[in-house]
């Protein structure tokens, strides 16, 4: 039998909120699917679902935590102060999103060929600026992950979640915390994607590299800077400002 972890946990709840994540985008853009252009509701609501569904399978795989991202892990060790988890949650993170990606791709094998468009394509596995500029790009996933972080402590404090103080049962959590992910994409998410989540994006990203993808284009490793850095800035920044208030 195998036994539940932490590093198990987060692998695979990872790679559940990629293959859904990432899923519903890949069903959106890719040509012939069953939800060619739904839109970005349809995204932005299919990614909040993924969140919660992910936060579920980390859980019940042996992380309680179910951080997913490691933006939150981060700015959990600042808010903390206990950096013990960065080396086994990181790595687990980002392996769970390759493998999440990969069954992106096999999931959608045929339609890989049906879509001409290699940005489409690059849209199903990382995400990209509507408008290209370095420091709003950077500022937008920023925010976005600040507020992120926010609601994620806001959302685990006791004083909320305690039942026996009428709160909501801790149950509810991953539910709202879907929510949460799904506001800040309807939200915020206009202008970058809203990567919120350096495993997101650079996990697939380096699988749609890696991939024998048909007619693929560049993997934009130009960008792929601000996806990563943006995200864990804000959010060793919001943890140490939450900290302040002694979350």
């Known amino acids: 039998m195998i036994q539940t972890t932490p590093f198990l946990g987060e692998l695979i709840g990872t790679m559940v909120l990629i293959l859904l994540g990432n899923g519903v985008v890949a069903n959106v853009v890719l040509n012939k699917t069953k939800g060619n252009n739904g839109g970005w509701i349809v995204i932005t609501a299919g990614w909040g679902l993924a969140v919660m569904a992910a936060v579920f399978t980390a859980t019940a795989l042996g992380s309680p935590g179910a951080h997913i991202n490691p933006a939150v892990t981060l700015a959990f060790a600042v808010l903390q102060g206990d950096y013990s988890l960065l080396a086994t949650f990181i790595p687990a993170q980002i392996l769970g999103a390759m493998i999440g990606a990969t069954l992106v791709w096999i999931q959608y094998y045929s339609h890989w060929e049906a879509t001409d468009d290699p ?13 290209r500029s370095a420091i709003p790009n950077f ?31 801790p149950a509810i959590g991953p539910y709202i915390v879907g929510m949460l992910v799904w506001s800040i994409g309807l939200s915020l998410g206009g202008t970058t994607g809203y990567a919120i989540n350096p495993a997101r994006d650079l996990g697939p990203r380096i699988a749609h590299a890696l991939l024998p993808i048909a007619k693929k284009g560049s993997s934009d490793w130009a960008y792929a800077w601000v996806p990563v850095l943006a995200p864990l800035l804000g959010a060793a920044i919001f943890g140490f400002i939450l900290r302040l208030f002694s979350f």
């Open 119 to 131: 940005g489409a394509k690059l849209a199903c596995f990382a995400t990209g600026p509507a408008i």
């Open 139 to 169: 500022l937008s996933e920023f925010i976005a992950t600040g507020v992120l972080i926010l609601g994620i402590v806001a959302i685990g404090n006791t004083n909320i979640t305690s039942a026996d103080q009428g709160g909501i049962p």
